[in-house]
């Protein structure tokens, strides 16, 4: 049985990764320091997981736990654009010495592969549509500089440490257990839990940026076959959908699923935001496989319904 270990375990993505995991039939532990992940993100499924509370930006604590994994998915950070302008500092300790320590430890410990969740910020605005892989990168926030450096990083411990590593690039992703709660929450979060306490959401800017929203389920494939494709080393893949919406259309898609006239606020565009994004999944198609099975309308549905049903879940908690 394979041992993997996920950074960021307790998280949205990490818990939905580890989920898929399980159903593969592998050995699972997680590392997660709680900041942002929850428990209550394990909760069905803790029995069969090793939950490590460890912090990855401190060597000692994590090296133990990586040393001898046959895979490492290294999702830990401390994510949000707006966040990385407001206190930079936590954000570079987690996103850059967090992901440093995580590669160190794994070329010690003689880690069979780490995949490494990296972000579509860095390549800020391109003049084209959609990005591909090679784009010079234009990072526009302190989190896309992270995001990138990590990149750098995993690329280099390939070439000078013999760690084998892949980065997918993460474009917008969105699914159950996405947490909604602050305002650096990812925006379909956000939006999910307006509409179904019939708020009206803001939007920053004039609504027509677009974004390449990916379902969760969909970066959890490509996540374990970036796991396991051959020849990869040391290589960045975009992991999108390969579509764009502009958050008018989405809040407008949003109203109409659900039945409801709520025109949005508006409020002025953050600083650092990126204008359009769409990944060319050309490359992450041809050498890992990817194959994206949920439409953007079909992934809000789901998403909408667990959020539905997470929220009458806690209504009758408190009654
Ligand atoms: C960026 C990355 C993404 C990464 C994420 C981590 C890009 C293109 N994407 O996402 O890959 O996973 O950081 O945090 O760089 N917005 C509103 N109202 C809200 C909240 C957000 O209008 O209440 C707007 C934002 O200004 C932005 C868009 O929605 O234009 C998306 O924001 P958000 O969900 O925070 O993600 P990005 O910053 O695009």
């Known amino acids: 049985m394979k041992r993997s270990i996920v950074t960021g375990g307790a998280g949205f993505i990490g818990s ?35 939950v490590h509370t460890a912090d990855i930006r401190r060597y000692h604590e994590i090296a133990p736990i990586l040393a001898g994994a046959d895979r490492v998915f290294h999702l830990a950070a401390i994510p949000s654009v707006p966040k990385s302008i ?5 954000s570079h300790e987690a996103n850059v010495d967090g992901t440093f320590n995580v590669l160190r430890a794994a070329a010690q410990g003689g880690v069979g592969r780490v995949v490494y969740a990296a972000s579509s910020s ?32 995993a690329s280099v411990f390939a070439s000078c440490f013999g760690l084998e590593t892949v980065s997918l ?32 959401p803001t939007i920053y800017g004039d609504g027509e940026q677009s974004r390449d929203f990916t ?20 290589k960045v893949y975009n992991a999108g959908n390969g579509n764009r919406y502009t958050l008018n259309e989405t809040w407008a898609l949003l109203q109409a699923i659900e039945g409801v006239d709520l025109p949005a ?6 600083p650092g935001d990126v204008r359009d994004s769409q990944a060319d999944v050309a490359g992450a198609v041809r050498d890992l496989g990817h194959e ?9 549905r789901l998403t909408l319904e667990w959020y539905r049903l997470d929220q009458a879940k806690r209504g009758a908690s408190i009654a």
Request: glycine share 6%; proline share 8%; with cysteine.
């Open 122 to 153: 860095a390549y800020g605005d391109t003049e084209v549509l959609p990005k591909v892989e090679t784009m010079l990168p234009r990072p526009k926030s302190p989190y896309a500089v992270q995001k990138l450096l990590g990149e750098y990083y």
């Open 292 to 300: 994206p099975q949920y439409s953007f309308e079909q992934g809000l």
């Open 169 to 200: 690039r993460f474009f917008n992703v969105f699914g159950p257990r996405q947490d909604p709660t602050s305002v650096y929450s990812g925006v379909l979060s956000i939006f999910l839990t307006c509409l179904l306490e019939r708020r009206k």
């Open 86 to 90: 407001l206190d930079p500092v936590p």
């Open 215 to 234: 379902f969760v389920e969909d970066v959890v494939n490509l996540l374990l076959k970036a796991s396991e494709a051959p020849n990869v080393s040391g």
């Open 265 to 270: 606020k508006y409020a002025p565009e953050r």
């Open 16 to 50: 939905a990764l580890v989920r898929g995991l399980l159903r593969s039939g592998h050995c699972v532990e997680t590392i997660d320091n709680f900041a942002t992940g929850k428990r209550e993100n394990l909760d069905e499924i803790s029995d069969q997981v090793k």
